[in-house]
């Protein structure tokens, strides 16, 4: 009798042991598609979502300047920019954040796919992509001297955040530049991830198609602080993103683990493409408010030290719970469940 009891009871915590893992195992990816493979209906769809999060209120009542839940994703990016641009973080926190829209999408009620623009098949002929058509895309190039975007769903919307460290209503805006988009072909992109270290591939992609690809489409003023004001953001960004998975794919044991570089940016090169280092570039955009610091996470945090380690602690301050690199090393890792497609 009591020999069955324990039988049964060492069944019951087999199994429990055993559905843990299976809880967060991932079974069935997400795909994400490129823009140009994306069923009409989920492109509506995705992009109402986006409009949903424009016209919603802010609901944090923390992010400096943030009115809208729009607002506070580009926030986020706005109080974490010295953090995570020519930083070891540049690649997992905008992997992590495209996670924070997917959570939002879902309060305004998409669950669809989250695409992807694959840049590739539109290079050097940006502005003939149909991820700018005016009804089942973001709209085209911006009109004006202020660059708004003129058609499509986020014409004669605002955004709260930017330039730079300011807090202003602006248009969504952008300026499509062709010439520049050259530089986002399969070639680049096949230089881009073509090195053995995480380290060469982040500063090849990093200062490679990712830059080329915000000077071509120069969103939110082309502003380095406030870019993901424009929804277009994240498509660029999931290609990004896309880089480097393709890059860690080539040798997944390995790259799962390779991470390196500083947790936030060497005062003396802020960011790499622009001369002069951080005080110098702080006249582009200014310095971050006494607002924006009390609300500005450690950099060192999980870390310990200026260099980033797997254990590195990323945050929304709220949106979602924090992660650590480790759990966005790999897309289909259990925390992340998508494949590219
Ligand atoms: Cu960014």
Redesign the pocket.
């Known amino acids: 009798m009591l020999r069955d009891f324990f039988i049964a009871l060492l069944t019951a915590s087999t199994a429990l042991s055993a559905a843990v893992p299976a809880a967060t195992a991932c079974t069935n990816p997400q795909k994400r598609p490129s823009w140009h493979d994306m069923k009409e209906a989920d492109k509506k769809a995705y992009l109402a979502a986006n409009v949903c999060l424009l016209k919603s209120p802010q609901k944090l009542n923390r992010l400096p300047g943030a009115k809208t839940r729009w607002d506070e994703l580009v926030s986020l ?1 706005q109080i ?2 010295l953090q ?2 020519t930083t070891g973080q ?1 690649l997992p ?2 992997r992590y ?1 495209i996670n924070i829209l997917a959570f939002l999408l879902k309060e305004c009620g998409y669950s669809g796919p989250l695409p992807y623009w694959d840049e590739t098949r539109d290079a050097g002929k940006f502005s003939s992509s149909p991820v700018f058509d005016p009804v089942t895309g973001f709209g085209g190039t911006g009109k004006g001297s202020k660059n708004c975007v003129a058609d499509g769903p986020f014409a004669n919307l605002t955004v709260n955040i930017g330039p730079g460290f300011k807090s202003q209503p602006r248009c969504v805006n952008r300026r499509i530049t062709n010439a520049l988009s050259t530089q986002c072909g399969a070639t680049y992109v096949a230089s881009a991830i073509s090195g053995p270290t995480y380290s060469q591939a982040l500063d090849a992609i990093y200062s490679g198609p990712h830059l080329v690809g915000h000077m071509a489409l120069a969103m939110m003023d082309g502003d ?1 602080i406030t ?2 004001g424009d929804p277009l ?1 994240f498509l660029h ?1 999931g290609f990004v993103d896309k880089m480097w998975w393709d890059w860690q794919k080539k040798d997944l044991n390995t790259r799962l683990k390779d991470i390196s570089g500083l947790n936030a940016q060497d005062p003396a090169v802020g960011f790499s493409e622009f001369p002069g280092g951080m005080e110098v570039e702080s006249a582009m955009w200014g310095k971050p408010t006494a607002e924006i610091l009390a609300v500005t996470p450690d950099p060192t945090s999980g870390d310990g030290d200026k260099e980033i380690t797997l254990g590195h602690v990323m945050s929304s301050l709220g949106i979602i719970p924090n992660a650590t690199v480790a759990d966005v090393m790999d897309i289909k890792g259990g925390y992340l469940c998508y494949e590219f497609v």
Do not use: G, K
Request: no cysteine; aromatic share 28%.
């Open positions: 990016h974490h920019a995570i641009h540049f926190y905008h954040y380095s870019s993901s953001f960004h």
